[in-house]
C-alpha cells in the first residue's frame, strides 16, 4: 500500500547541526531547571543555526574534515549563536508554536526527481 510517504535519504548534512545541538545542551545545563523547561532547545539550535555559516558535508571523510574546520574556526563563534538563542527564547518562552513534522506528505509527481538524483 503506498500512502505517499519516503523515508529520507540522507545525501547531505550540515555539521554545526550536531555542534550547535552540543553546545545547547551544554549552556543548558548552567541554568535553573524551573526555566529549562520553559525553553524549547530546537528553538535555540535553530536560532543559533542561522546566525552560521553552514557546513555540509556528503562524505565520512568531508564529515571529518568539516567538523575540524568548525571546532578550530567556529568554537566561539558557535558558543555566542546559541548564548543568543538562548536569550531570545528566554524573552518569550510561553510562545505556541507549531512543531515541523519530520516524514512530509509526498505526491507521486513530486517524488519522480528525488528518485532522479
Given amino acids: 500500500m503506498d500512502t505517499g510517504q519516503i523515508e529520507r535519504i540522507i545525501k547531505y548534512r550540515n555539521v554545526l547541526e550536531s555542534l550547535v545541538a552540543e553546545e545547547t545542551c551544554r549552556q543548558l545545563q548552567n541554568l535553573p531547571r524551573k526555566l529549562v523547561k520553559y525553553i524549547n532547545p530546537a528553538q535555540v539550535i535553530a536560532y543559533a543555526l542561522n546566525r552560521l555559516p553552514p557546513l555540509y558535508a556528503t562524505s565520512f571523510e ?5 567538523q575540524k574546520r568548525a571546532t578550530e574556526e567556529l568554537g566561539d563563534q558557535i558558543t555566542a549563536a546559541v548564548r543568543q538563542g538562548l536569550a531570545a527564547v528566554q524573552r518569550d518562552p510561553l510562545k505556541r508554536v507549531t512543531p515541523l513534522i519530520v516524514v512530509e506528505e509526498i505526491k507521486p509527481q513530486e517524488l519522480e526527481p528525488l528518485l532522479k538524483c
Avoid: A, H, L, V
Fill in 62 to 66: 568531508g564529515w571529518q574534515r568539516q
